[in-house]
């Protein structure tokens, strides 16, 4: 048996949007697997206040990530942080990360908004490696004079130790963009301390000779530095026995890779299939920035890029007896659904197909 599980965050559309969203759609592959599963729309809710998004949790509970202790030291507030993966960010980047408790630090854009702040997608910031070693080297002295190890990673991912901020809650940069970022800035042991460290980096950097040449380009200033993903350093994890393969995993979510059977980067339908996966993972990302900024058009256009490239093949396959069943795994920022489809299932023909399933709960 062969069974593939499609992560698609941000595949709802928002509801006030959605009726008009689905009528530009032409997505006849995706609507069968919809509409002759043999299970499906169970829905999950998320707290809107949650520290990381729907498909991000989903995804770190698919492994055997090592927990990140909650304040009282127990386990009751991991729900409430975001993923502990600095460390296996870390080792995906040539790093050790051998004992400690980390952090993950990415240079950000917060934008001045009426009466609040706000982070935008870190996605857009297009910085450079050049660039990131620059204001890393500019960064550096500010940790050092407080103890604070600072480690590159790459031009978008730094990571900084400190060990008596274990209990630190954090929210990923995703689950905070667009926001008023004071409800997601870091609360519990250390908060005081990052916030005072934030700010001296965002008064350096105001007026570094970089951002004034990123404002003649028409870039973003980077004026920020946006920190999650607290973990305790452990050892690497063995990738035998229950790990399964995973395809595709997001930018932010890559360290994961390592809690794997096999992690492949960047893999076609006809790569996935010709693997013959027993159950493998794969998720498909190229939602998530348009979704987050609000680019409509753009959303429609990926969409509709993914029922060519995956899921009318996907749906060949299994029509075909390459792949046995798959589920899909839909999200909006507060919801998560699932549908099971099987070879038998599909044989429904008398269902006819339909995206009714990605309507609003009331409307569908």
């Not at 996605?123 to 050092?144: H, K, V």
């Amino acid at each position: 048996m062969s069974h593939l599980d499609i992560l698609l965050p941000f595949g709802l559309p928002p509801p006030e949007l959605a009726r008009d969203l689905l009528r530009e759609l032409k997505l006849p592959a995706l609507a069968t697997l919809m509409a002759r599963a043999k299970s499906g729309r169970h829905r999950q809710q998320f707290d809107d206040f949650a520290r990381a998004l729907p498909h991000e949790a989903w995804l770190t509970s698919q492994f055997a990530l090592p927990p990140f202790a909650a304040a009282d030291g127990g386990s009751a507030q991991e729900h409430q942080n975001s993923p502990a993966l600095a460390c296996a960010t870390m080792r995906s980047l040539g790093l050790a990360a051998d004992d400690g408790v980390w952090f993950m630090l990415h240079p950000s854009h917060i934008h001045i908004a009426r009466d609040h702040l706000v982070l935008t997608d870190i996605r857009q910031i297009n910085l450079s490696e050049a660039d990131s070693r620059t204001l890393f080297d500019a960064a550096e002295p500010l940790f050092a004079e407080v103890g604070r190890s600072l480690r590159y990673g790459s031009a978008n991912t730094w990571f900084m130790r400190a060990d008596d901020w274990q209990g630190l809650l954090t929210a990923t940069p995703d689950a905070t963009c667009g926001h008023n970022i004071d409800i997601w800035m870091p609360q519990g042991d250390g908060a005081a301390a990052w916030r005072k460290l934030q700010n001296e980096v965002q008064m350096l950097w105001f007026a570094h000779p970089l951002n004034e040449q990123r404002a003649m380009q028409g870039l973003q200033a980077v004026n920020s530095l946006w920190l999650w993903g607290g973990a305790t350093a452990a050892p690497a994890p063995a990738t035998s026995g229950e790990p399964r393969d995973v395809f595709n995993l997001p930018d932010s979510l890559a360290g994961l890779g390592q809690y794997a059977k096999t992690a492949y980067v960047s893999a076609s339908a006809a790569d996935i299939i010709a693997t013959k996966p027993e159950h493998a993972l794969l998720t498909l990302d190229q939602l998530i920035q348009p979704a987050l900024t609000g680019e409509w058009s753009g959303w429609l256009q990926q969409l509709q890029a993914l029922e060519n490239e995956f899921f009318a093949p996907l749906l060949q396959a299994m029509q075909q007896g390459r792949l046995d069943s798959l589920s899909l795994y839909i999200t909006d920022n507060a919801h998560l659904l699932e549908w099971t489809a099987s070879r038998l299932s599909l044989k429904k023909f008398w269902l006819k197909p339909s995206l009714n399933g990605l309507l609003p709960a009331h409307s569908s």
